[in-house]
């Protein structure tokens, strides 16, 4: 199983991204999901989940202009970030809940992250 991030880059101030994850692999379940973000010289931060069946949550420095979604379809999530502001800038990590077929064993949930995406926004 592999998450692929992808949507990072160079943005000013007040714009917007997208960030996108994937899973693939031998998955037949994708359940609760998450974004994290860690800046230099920072721990990392814990910024929006999803759960599988629940509400979504974000930290409170992004609530109002992040928005974490699920395309179960594609496997695939997303955060989709507005009003982008300097402080945002970090390496954003994806994490998920993934169950999956390991040869014959059948793994009901494990957590995997993806390699990180670096979002930078100018002032």
């Known amino acids: 199983v592999q998450l692929v991030e992808s949507g990072g880059g160079l943005v000013q101030a007040g714009g917007s991204l997208r960030l996108s994850c994937t899973a693939s692999?031998?998955?037949?379940?994708?359940?609760?999901v998450a974004w994290y973000r860690q800046a230099p010289g920072k721990q990392r931060e814990l910024v929006a989940t999803?759960?599988?069946?629940?509400?979504?949550n974000y930290v409170d420095s992004v609530k109002g202009r992040f928005t974490i979604s699920r395309d179960n379809a594609k496997n695939t999530f997303y955060l989709q970030m507005n009003s982008l502001k300097p402080e945002d800038t970090a390496v954003y990590y994806c994490?998920?809940?993934?169950?999956?077929?390991?040869?014959?064993?059948?793994?009901?949930?494990?957590?995997?992250w993806g390699r990180g995406t670096q979002v930078t926004v100018s002032s």
């Open positions: 994490k998920a809940d993934i169950g999956y077929y390991d040869g014959s064993l059948r793994v009901d949930g494990y957590n995997f």
């Open positions: 692999g031998s998955i037949f379940s994708i359940n609760d």
């Open positions: 999803l759960p599988k069946d629940g509400a979504t």
